[in-house]
């Protein structure tokens, strides 16, 4: 199955309508348009010149059969395909520079052989990631625009959430309401430009469910590793409930005194910005999961 990016959302809310359903199982496609719509392709266009009302759409949301609240819903990043062209934006008064930006810019990014190529001195290695990736909020909580990040997932620009990275969100209404969106080729940790490398493409998911295992904020898994995420208003209480998170995670798995996996934790967890710019910043909390391997982690 395919979603196309014509079906999208700029707000998750228990509100939105299905534009497709599946099964626990079931592999989907989701076309996606960059941040900006698709309306920014030369470098002549600038950020002022956009529809805000279309900044950050999600494709979807795709019902699946049989989630119910309380559930946990499972999403495996299976492939991620780009375009060959990003974008990027310096606008002034927007991202974390102070005043070092006085007028706007918008640059083109070509994607050639595998790599992002920022000028003919500077080429990246991409880590095609999403950005935007959610449920819907409650039916007793109001919508987030999909700029947003909340615990419902949305915009969290998170550079893990890439190929082979397995996802985990709680289900806070019936079907779930799984969207996605704004790509990105590459991006720093932090994003303090407002932008990574902004591009569309497609995602090809595979989603289950965890039945009656609730989950206050979302999850990532990748090979190595396993992330809580959290965002908050200010970074200290983002970093706050990552952290808080990733004690309840471990505390449920390791037979050890809250002393003790305080310790361990301040010794094998790594606290990591995702984003700085969005109107709720978002942490990330890793642990490894070789250091624990005799636990046998798992969700």
């Keep these: 199955m395919k979603i196309e990016a014509k079906d999208s959302v700029y707000e998750m809310s228990a509100e939105n309508e299905a534009v497709a359903?599946?099964?626990p199982g079931d592999s989907v496609v989701f076309e996606t348009k960059d941040c900006f719509s698709n309306q920014i392709r030369d470098e002549e266009t600038l950020f002022e010149s956009t529809d805000w009302s279309t900044i950050n759409p999600a494709t979807g949301p795709l019902e699946i059969e049989g989630a119910e609240i309380g559930d946990t819903l499972k999403v495996e990043v299976k492939k991620i395909d780009i375009n060959d062209q990003g974008v990027m934006v310096a606008v002034p008064d927007m991202g974390f520079m102070d005043s070092f930006i006085s007028e706007s810019e918008t640059k083109i990014i070509p994607i050639e052989a595998g790599k992002a190529v920022f000028n003919d001195k500077i080429k990246f290695d991409l880590n095609p990631m999403i950005g935007v990736i959610g449920t819907s909020p409650g039916k007793d909580e109001d919508g987030v625009p999909c700029g947003t990040?909340?615990?419902?997932?949305g915009n969290m620009d998170t550079k893990v959430i890439t190929e082979g990275a397995t996802l985990y969100?709680?289900?806070k209404v019936p079907g779930a309401m799984?969207?996605?969106g704004d790509l990105h080729a590459a991006m720093g940790d932090g994003e303090v430009v407002v932008t990574g490398i902004e591009i569309a493409g497609e995602v090809t998911v595979k989603v289950d469910l965890i039945k009656d295992k609730e989950l206050s904020d979302p999850m990532v898994e990748t090979d190595d590793a396993f992330y809580t995420i959290a965002s908050e208003?200010?970074?200290?209480?983002?970093?706050q409930k990552a952290s808080n998170n990733m004690f309840k995670f471990l505390n449920e798995r390791l037979p050890l005194s809250n002393n003790e996996l305080a310790m361990l934790?301040?010794?094998?967890?790594?606290?990591?910005?995702s984003q700085v710019v969005d109107p709720k910043k978002t942490v990330r909390m890793r642990v490894d999961k070789e250091t624990l391997k005799e636990y046998d982690l798992k969700y």
């Design 21 to 23: 359903s599946c099964k």
């Design 149 to 153: 990040p909340d615990s419902h997932g």
């Design 178 to 180: 799984l969207a996605m």
């Design 233 to 239: 208003v200010s970074l200290d209480h983002a970093a």
């Design 265 to 273: 934790m301040s010794i094998a967890c790594d606290l990591q910005i």
């Design 169 to 171: 969100f709680p289900v």
